[in-house]
């Protein structure tokens, strides 16, 4: 009987030990989370629920995290996961079939001032251009060249071969390259960054 | 050399192997609008860098510290249209079944009937379930120690 309360008492120190270590790796990773949950989504509100349910999932899971290996790509794995069972149960959304770049999704941008803040007129256009790519290629382009993943781990994230990110990160860019045409041309002309 | 496709985001990104960075710079040498889709997406590459990542709410770290699976909502994600109609279609098919049962000609007709009829009325509960398993044991079942 002894023996079983001071097992029990082990454990629960052990549980207590196992939660100050995800509480400490979800404040130091937390916000990039956000970043990846905030650019699947469009939409803070939706961003700020799938953090949580990742988080929440990952805490249920958190036993068979490794230490040693990355915790954020583990999170943001399991953060995918969620999205993708989301966007599954949603099918609301259409997207711009990616053999059609001719299509009218164009992002027009006004260049009337290119001077002006860079930073703040570019969020809304490149947001709405990742909103219309389909999501398992908008995952990878956010991840490559908004969180600066490079393939190896991006495929961990996705769960699929480096050579799979690379031809979808490679459609998903000829796509935006096309949607945000006049911020492309414009940067090659020296007018912008 | 055909067009190197997804090895031109390899090559920009510097993903490639030697050898594969050789055969694109070689192929590049020679055909312009590849050169022109290294142009865009390394002007894309640098375009997407310079998003400004988005801000999070600081009460979301405070709600991700507090998480608990006990407390987490239950997510059923059924529609309730769809819960309602797979109800009703469940009960109009037991109900069919119950009406297409043939005309008691004898007891244990009868007595299945009777449970089937009482298994409608109260569908998938302890009563219904009680009444249909007594029906099908040899053993009653109400009794048991």
Do not use: K
């Amino acid at each position: 009987m002894e023996a079983e309360a001071g097992a029990l008492a082990s454990q629960g120190a052990g549980t207590e030990d196992a939660q100050a270590e995800f509480s400490r790796l979800v404040e130091a990773h937390w916000r990039s989370a956000y970043r990846f949950a905030y650019r699947l989504t469009g939409n803070p509100e939706e961003a700020a629920d799938l953090v949580q349910e990742a988080a929440e999932e990952a805490f249920r899971a958190f036993s068979r995290f490794r230490p040693g290996t990355r915790f954020d790509r583990w999170w943001l794995r399991i953060l995918y996961n969620s999205f993708v069972d989301r966007t599954r149960r949603q099918r609301r959304q259409s997207y711009v079939p990616l053999d059609d770049l001719s299509g009218d999704m164009r992002v027009t941008a006004s260049w009337a001032d290119p001077e002006a803040a860079l930073e703040q007129q570019l969020d809304g256009p490149v947001q709405r251009a990742l909103d219309a790519l389909p999501p398992e290629f908008r995952a990878v382009v956010v991840l490559v060249d908004l969180e600066g993943l490079s393939y190896e781990d991006a495929a961990r994230v996705l769960r699929c071969p480096p050579g799979t990110v690379r031809s979808r990160l490679h459609r998903g860019r000829l796509a935006l390259r096309e949607w945000l045409r006049g911020y492309v041309d414009a940067l090659r002309r020296g007018e912008l960054g | 050399m055909r067009h190197p496709q997804d090895l031109l985001s390899g090559y920009v990104d510097g993903a490639l192997s030697a050898h594969e960075a050789a055969e694109v710079a070689a192929h590049l040498a020679e055909c312009p609008s590849c050169r022109e889709t290294v142009s865009d997406l390394r002007a894309l590459r640098r375009l997407l860098a310079a998003v400004p990542p988005p801000d999070p709410d600081p009460e979301l770290l405070a709600r991700l510290l507090q998480v608990d699976p006990g407390t987490r909502r239950h997510r059923l994600n059924v529609p309730r249209w769809l819960a309602v109609a797979a109800a009703t279609a469940l009960l109009a098919v037991v109900s069919a079944r119950v009406s297409h049962l043939p005309p008691a000609s004898g007891p244990v007709v009868r007595e299945l009937r009777e449970h089937a009829r009482l298994a409608t009325h109260a569908p998938l509960n302890d009563l219904g379930l009680a009444s249909f398993l007594s029906a099908i044991l040899q053993e009653p079942v109400e009794d048991n120690p």
